[in-house]
């Protein structure tokens, strides 16, 4: 089956830090990759994706690059603001001839310390 | 906007009494999602819809049914409400594959 692992949260942060929030994936088949981020009392948003290896998805400062080799999709970003604070759920996909159900891991809490 | 709508946003209630959450969504999308969200355990799929009257269970659809009458809607019932059903739960709606669209979320205690 197909399964995500995400690194243990929660994580705290200071402003302009470094962040790395680390996933690795199984998947029967070619997935596609995402993360996905969800701010407090909000549904999830989609934060940036990858379907094929190499691709590397950015949006708002973050970036993560789909690593075949290694079955990872790391989140990173160079400088993290209070704002950033959320919690960040990786994800894929296996097109499954209708049923485009995202596989999620278990969510990194991301604290921002101004 | 494109969005997705649920109602109620929050719901107490007991064991054994029929609910039915609402879920609509403005973007003509064919695909409709249910999950539940649950501490340590990320989200799960409990049904899902690709298109009008075509509906099917996801990972978890014990004790919870759907229908899709209509395209913009997907409604949730759980039939006789048990306190393992108590969870943070999640409609979406999507276009392309993984791109989900996610509503507000319903947070629902049964007692």
């Known amino acids: 089956g197909n399964s995500v692992t995400q690194m243990e949260g929660p994580v705290t942060l200071s402003e302009e830090a470094f962040l790395t929030i680390n996933c690795t994936y199984t998947?029967?088949?070619?997935?596609?990759l995402f993360w996905y981020v969800q701010y407090p009392g909000e549904g999830l948003q989609l934060l940036l994706k990858?379907?094929?290896?190499?691709d590397k998805g950015s949006n708002k400062g973050f970036e993560a690059t789909y690593r075949k080799e290694t079955t990872s999709f790391h989140l990173e970003k160079g400088s993290v603001q209070v704002s950033d604070s959320a919690v960040y759920f990786c994800?894929?996909?296996?097109?499954?001839?209708?049923?485009?159900?995202?596989?999620f891991g278990t969510g990194t809490r991301l604290t921002i310390i101004p | 906007e494109a969005q997705v709508t649920q109602n109620p946003r929050y719901l107490i209630t007991v064991t054994g009494k029929k609910l039915t959450v609402t879920c609509s969504q403005n973007?003509?999308?064919?695909?409709m999602s249910w999950y539940r969200q649950d501490p340590g355990l990320g989200l799960r799929q409990i049904y899902y819809?690709?298109?009008?009257?075509?509906?099917d269970k996801g990972d978890v659809p014990e004790g919870y049914k759907v229908s899709r009458k209509e395209k913009r809607n997907f409604p949730l019932i759980l039939e006789s409400p048990s306190p393992n059903q108590t969870s943070l739960y999640f409609c979406?709606?999507?276009?392309?594959?993984?791109?989900?669209?996610f509503g507000p979320g319903t947070r629902l205690t049964v007692t």
């Open positions: 998947a029967t088949g070619y997935p596609s």
């Open positions: 994800a894929l996909v296996v097109s499954n001839f209708g049923n485009e159900k995202l596989t």
């Open positions: 973007m003509n999308h064919e695909y």
């Open positions: 990858a379907t094929k290896a190499d």
């Open positions: 979406a709606s999507s276009l392309r594959a993984g791109e989900q669209y």
């Open positions: 819809s690709m298109n009008v009257e075509v509906t």
